[in-house]
């Protein structure tokens, strides 16, 4: 089934349950059933099941999820069977703290550049990579097989660089910028606006003390 089917909440939960997979897994559980998994991650067993319907049926019916098995079906789902090379727009404190972030390379992200306008950040050694000047943005993607882009830089550069991902072929920019950006239909973007999702605490936290 295409992707553009499968609601986003679900890829998201997708996601959050391979994550409890893999922590069953280190643990040494073998099986486990849709209620337990609907227990660690905080939804239904109803609703487990229904995201994992979208891709096929999963499991025995009395027994549950192998979960070696259920693991290695959802990191094929995710597409997370081959690594995506990433690289970071903007090496100040937000790029920084993401190019040193292990959780990438454990997920099968690798970070292949970085790069800045400001040339007292370039030439810095961040977990192995070096940053390089911003010029050399769309000759790093095209040698390096960038995939996704991370936007870091302040709000008023944000649309510009993410313009010159996109015509360097980048398929999907992850953007931590607070700038509402503008892509084609066929580029991926996903928005990380961390005062937003501060802003919805302080609702909640206003409207339920």
């Keep these: 089934?295409?992707?553009?089917?499968?609601?986003?909440?679900?890829?998201?939960?997708?996601?959050?349950?391979?994550?409890?997979?893999?922590?069953?897994?280190?643990?040494?559980v073998e099986t486990v059933s849709s209620e337990e998994i609907a227990n660690s991650v905080g939804v239904s067993s109803a609703q487990v099941?229904?995201?994992?319907?979208y891709f096929g049926e999963f499991g025995t019916r009395g027994v549950g999820y192998r979960?070696?098995?259920l693991l290695?079906?959802?990191?094929?789902?995710?597409?997370?069977?081959?690594?995506?090379?990433?690289?970071?727009?903007?090496?100040?404190?937000?790029?920084?703290?993401?190019?040193?972030?292990?959780?990438?390379?454990?997920?099968?992200?690798?970070?292949?550049?970085?790069?800045?306008v400001d040339h007292k950040r370039v030439g810095l050694d961040l977990a192995g990579v070096v940053v390089?000047?911003?010029?050399?943005?769309?000759?790093?993607?095209k040698e390096r097989d960038i995939k996704i882009g991370i936007i870091t830089v302040p709000a008023a550069e944000a649309q510009r660089v993410t313009d010159r991902l996109v015509d360097a072929?980048?398929?999907?920019?992850?953007?931590f910028s607070p700038q509402v950006l503008r892509v084609p239909p066929h580029v991926v973007l996903r928005n990380v606006d961390l005062a937003v999702n501060l802003k919805?605490?302080?609702f909640n936290l206003s409207h339920n003390s």
């Design 1 to 28: 089934m295409k992707a553009y089917k499968i609601p986003e909440a679900t890829v998201i939960r997708l996601s959050i349950y391979s994550r409890q997979l893999s922590n069953l897994r280190k643990a040494g």
């Design 49 to 53: 099941r229904k995201d994992l319907a």
């Design 67 to 69: 979960v070696d098995e």
């Design 72 to 116: 290695g079906n959802l990191t094929k789902i995710l597409g997370l069977t081959k690594e995506w090379n990433l690289a970071i727009i903007g090496a100040g404190k937000l790029g920084s703290a993401l190019a040193l972030y292990e959780g990438f390379r454990q997920r099968g992200f690798s970070i292949r550049a970085i790069v800045d």
């Design 132 to 141: 390089d000047p911003l010029d050399r943005l769309e000759t790093l993607i």
């Design 169 to 175: 072929g980048v398929p999907a920019v992850l953007n």
């Design 200 to 202: 919805v605490l302080s």
